[in-house]
């Protein structure tokens, strides 16, 4: 995989956390830290995409004839099969 060089300005506050990070040595340097900090935005971002198809099957399924509780139960129950719970 090709590296592309990318130039930023953060504020002064931005560089000290940046700074603090890695002499904390959470990271090696300020370019790992922000390709973590990217790789966690994908990360949240494809459970967002995912969360959003699940919310709209839910919403094409229509409405269900089964009560709040019943709909828990099933919910739960699958997630012990699945062991999950």
């Known amino acids: 995989m090709g590296l592309v060089k990318k130039s930023i300005t953060v504020t ?5 956390w940046i700074k603090n ?7 090696g340097n300020d370019s790992e ?14 459970k967002l995409i995912k969360l959003q198809a699940a919310v709209q099957v839910g919403l094409d399924s229509g409405i269900s004839e089964r009560t709040f509780e019943e709909i828990i139960q099933s919910v739960e129950d699958r997630l012990r099969n699945n062991a999950e719970l």
Do not use: A, C, P, T
């Open 12 to 16: 002064e506050q931005q560089n000290d």
């Open 33 to 46: 830290y922000l390709r973590d900090l990217i790789r966690k935005d994908k990360s949240e971002n494809d």
């Open 21 to 27: 990070r890695i002499v904390n040595g959470d990271y």
